[in-house]
């Protein structure tokens, strides 16, 4: 069924398709609707909406919800999404399943509350203190916010992990047709076959796709934010700190295949390659479009992990990279890392909460 | 925080209260002796025992402190969270699966200043739990700097001059809060604290119990009251009952602390509530 949604509609619909049952959440500007609808719809399938007192309390409601066995998610924007990294932190620590979603606004601090940004690219990365992997996804319109909703739920729940889904506030507030499907596969994570005492809540295998507890199965499960072994229980030794940090790598790292989702419009006869995400990629392939030189293109979708790889294939032999985002050049950090010296890196940016036009994408092309 | 010596004693617990313990080599545990956190411990444990109330049905949920690791070494489903969060991710559980019996536990700091706001909104929506606050005065864990209950002039690392904060009283914040129960008592009272688990597991909505209990190692060398026995006297000498200090004025209640129930009443829990919307909302439709 096609319908004309914003894409915050787009993103509630998708995450009560995908078995969300749980939003903890608190008001603020682009995202509210996700909140709103949220409110409306969640009673009607049976789940929980409630409006926390802040972001804080927002993230941790979820993750508690999510540690009981119901899946989970919260929305907010820049400000609310700083006051949350602790929490995201907790969740990957933990392993426990939520959905963070984020309509990017600009900022620092207030900002710009109704304008949109990509400035939070890093800050998904890099936020919550302490090392460790991150997911986050970038819808480039209306549809996607859609279609990706769906797949962090569905990552958030496979791999035990927090998922960001990074949209902004044009896209958020942004009507566009979708087409909606008949039926939406969900994944359903599955409740141990083994007994109590044989089962390890952090066990080796019981990483990918594999059985979990949740609290109220029987398991006395134990969660802490503190480096743990394998029950869960706090440890202050060095070989166990490592197979910790570890195990929260290689979920990651084992499962790059399944995470990574690249738009490719590869042209062997191009010098130059378009690097970008999400809505300055519509700016910039408008641009691809418009120019007559043969220009290659990448848009990430699976922002983190970064598709280094990918790029750094891309890029060989290129004369230019050209990367263009909403905010002072975050993801040129990125391509920089992977492309070689013999490549020039040319930055496109627009911070002023206004949208990246195509036609500030074409000058660097020229 | 210094960590318990293995006792060379052979230690009789009670084969009850080590059926609801975790009994592997997390023990010893990290309190020190002389602790107060292992009496409301024991008291919990007493409590949940009596009440029959199912290890399976049963949450112990925490923040970040001395008294929050207690979840560790309790054989039931157990979430240690961030400091100051424990509440805001219980009432995530509750909600959840408002079957569960949820119990969170957090010293003064973690419940009244960092964790201060959740405990104000969980108290006013009566999520279904029992929070039990141990007060020893002082953020512990970290070495014994000032919290929100800090008496005034009394000393801490952080105030070592004597405080001149005015502390908190968090049986009247969680009343003006609308919790449902709220009631104090003291470690030096164990009866009476095992009886109140009892009633707070009992009620239904948002439940406080408040537990002024020993920190011997820290608050109490700082305040040159070091030893266990004497800090739990010190504790006793200031308690009043709810009773005697309806007949005292102002100026004798100055440094006193008032134990009993303070408020008992029947609310409809948050889930409740939840359910009821959720049963409007479906028959409209
Ligand atoms: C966000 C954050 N800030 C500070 C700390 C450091 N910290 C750990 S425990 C604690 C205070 C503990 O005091 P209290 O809550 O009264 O518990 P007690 O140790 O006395 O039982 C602090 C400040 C932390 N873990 N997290
Ligand atoms: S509260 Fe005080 S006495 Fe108890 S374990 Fe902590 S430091 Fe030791």
């Given amino acids: ?366 | 925080m210094t960590p318990a010596k293995a006792s060379s004693r052979k230690t009789s617990f009670s084969p009850m209260i080590h059926s609801y313990l975790r009994m592997d080599e997390r023990f010893p545990h990290v309190w020190c002796p002389g602790c107060g956190i292992g009496i409301v411990f024991g008291a919990l444990i007493h409590a949940v025992h009596e009440l029959k109330i199912p290890k399976k049905k049963l949450l112990l949920a925490s923040g970040i402190g001395c008294t929050s690791r207690m979840p560790g070494y309790l054989d039931a489903d157990t979430f240690h969270v961030l400091h100051g969060r424990a509440l805001a991710a219980a009432t995530g559980v509750k909600l959840a699966r408002p079957d569960m019996e949820v119990v969170v536990v957090g010293g003064d700091g973690d419940m009244l200043a960092i964790g201060g706001n959740h405990f104000i909104h969980t108290a006013r929506r009566n999520i279904g739990m029992t929070c039990i606050v141990l007060n020893n005065y002082n953020y512990a864990m970290t070495g014994g700097q000032q919290s929100p209950t800090t008496p005034r002039d009394m000393f801490a690392t952080t105030a070592p001059y004597g405080a001149i904060d005015d502390p908190v009283d968090a049986c009247l914040l969680a009343s003006g809060a609308g919790a449902a129960f709220v009631a104090r008592t003291t470690t030096y009272n164990f009866v009476q604290l095992k009886r109140l688990i009892k009633t707070a597991l009992s009620r239904k909505g948002f439940r406080l119990l408040e537990v002024v209990a020993q920190c011997p190692t820290i608050f109490g060398r700082l305040n040159r009251i070091p030893t266990p026995k004497d800090l739990v006297t010190w504790i006793k000498a200031h308690t009043v009952t709810l009773e005697a200090a309806k007949k005292m004025d102002a100026k004798e209640l100055e440094d006193k602390v008032v134990t009993g129930v303070f408020v008992d009443r029947e609310v409809e829990e948050y889930s409740e509530r939840y359910a009821r919307l959720v049963k409007k909302v479906r028959n409209a439709h």
């Fill in chain 1, 1 to 366: 069924m096609r319908r004309l949604v914003s894409g915050n509609e787009a993103c509630a619909e998708a995450a009560l398709r995908a078995g969300i049952r749980f939003f903890g959440g608190y008001p603020i500007t682009p995202s509210t609707e996700i909140a709103e609808l949220m409110a409306e719809e969640l009673p009607r399938v049976g789940g929980v909406f409630i409006q926390m007192e802040d972001e804080i309390a927002s993230i941790m409601a979820i993750i508690g919800a999510s540690a009981a066995g119901v899946p989970s998610m919260t929305a907010t924007s820049g400000p609310g999404f700083s006051l949350m990294q602790e929490g995201i932190g907790y969740a990957a620590m933990t392993e426990v399943a939520v959905v963070v979603v984020n309509v990017m606004r600009g900022g620092p601090a207030t900002g710009l509350p109704t304008k949109g940004s990509q400035a939070d690219f890093q800050q998904a990365r890099w936020g919550t203190h302490g090392d460790h992997p991150v997911v986050a996804l970038t819808p480039r319109g209306v549809q996607e916010c859609f279609t990706l909703t769906l797949r962090a739920v569905e990552i958030s729940q496979r791999l035990r992990v927090p998922v960001i889904l990074l949209m902004d506030e044009f896209i958020g507030h942004m009507r566009e047709i979708v087409s909606f499907p008949e039926k939406v596969e969900v994944y359903h994570r599955q409740k141990p076959r083994v007994a109590p005492s044989e089962y390890i809540h952090y066990a080796p295998d019981n990483n990918y796709n594999a059985p979990y507890a949740s609290f109220g199965e029987g398991y006395a499960i134990h969660f802490s934010g503190l480096n743990h072994r394998s029950d869960g229980f706090p440890i202050n030794d060095a070989p166990t700190i490592r197979w910790n940090n570890e195990r929260l790598r290689a979920k990651i790292e084992d499962n790059l295949a399944y995470l990574e989702d690249n738009y490719v419009d590869d042209d062997p006869d191009a010098d130059t390659l378009i690097v970008a995400f999400g809505s300055a990629a519509r700016s910039a392939y408008e641009a691809k479009l418009l120019t007559d030189k043969p220009i290659a293109y990448i848009r990430a979708l699976t922002v983190w992990p970064f598709p280094d790889a990918t790029v750094r294939r891309l890029a060989k032999g290129r004369k230019r990279v050209v990367v263009p985002e909403m905010n002072e050049g975050q993801l040129a950090r990125e391509v920089e890392r992977c492309i070689g010296t013999d490549t020039e890196l040319v930055s496109v940016t627009r911070n002023d909460g206004s949208m990246l036009t195509p036609k500030e994408v074409l000058e660097a092309l020229r």
